[in-house]
């Protein structure tokens, strides 16, 4: 569900005694997600190919960042749809799908890694 080579190029930016990157990425992006499924519901709903495509690119970058791939190919594909004209609501549908086992598997992920740590 999360790229693990994403996971181990963030842990090299840990530094002693710092906050844990990865940590404080997977919280950036648990806060931030939510608004941007929601700007590409909106967009979908509303007709609006160009906000869909400017709210999927947004996603996909930050899905990139914590190595959600599922989420990144689903918005890559919106993204593409929409640059076209197109809006598919079958993509929206399974970006639901895709978000919500990521946000599960981003929530354990944390807890393993406080656990470890310690925190």
Same mark, same amino acid.
């Given at each position: 569900?999360?790229?693990?080579?994403?996971?181990?190029?963030?842990?090299?930016?840990?530094?002693?005694?710092?906050?844990?990157?990865?940590?404080?990425?997977?919280?950036?992006?648990?806060?931030?997600?939510?608004?941007? $499924?929601?700007?590409?519901?909106? @967009?979908?709903?509303? +007709?609006?190919? *160009? =906000?869909?495509?400017? &709210? !999927?690119?947004?996603?996909?970058?930050?899905?990139?960042?914590?190595?959600?791939?599922? $989420?990144?190919?689903?918005?890559? @594909?919106?993204?593409? +749809?929409?640059? *076209? =004209?197109?809006?598919? &609501? !079958?993509?929206?549908?399974?970006?639901?799908?895709?978000?919500?086992?990521?946000?599960?598997?981003?929530?354990?992920?944390? @807890?393993?890694?406080?656990?470890?740590?310690?925190?």
């Amino acid at each position: 569900m999360i790229d693990a080579e994403t996971i181990a190029a963030l842990d090299a930016l840990n530094e002693e005694g710092e906050t844990d990157v990865v940590s404080e990425v997977f919280r950036l992006f648990l806060a931030d997600a939510p608004a941007r $499924v929601t700007a590409i519901r909106t @967009a979908a709903a509303g +007709g609006d190919t *160009a =906000g869909l495509r400017r &709210a !999927a690119h947004a996603l996909k970058g930050s899905a990139a960042n914590v190595g959600a791939q599922q $989420v990144r190919d689903v918005c890559l @594909a919106l993204e593409h +749809g929409a640059s *076209a =004209g197109r809006i598919d &609501a !079958a993509l929206i549908t399974s970006l639901d799908a895709v978000m919500s086992a990521t946000e599960a598997a981003v929530w354990t992920m944390m @807890a393993d890694r406080e656990a470890r740590s310690g925190r």
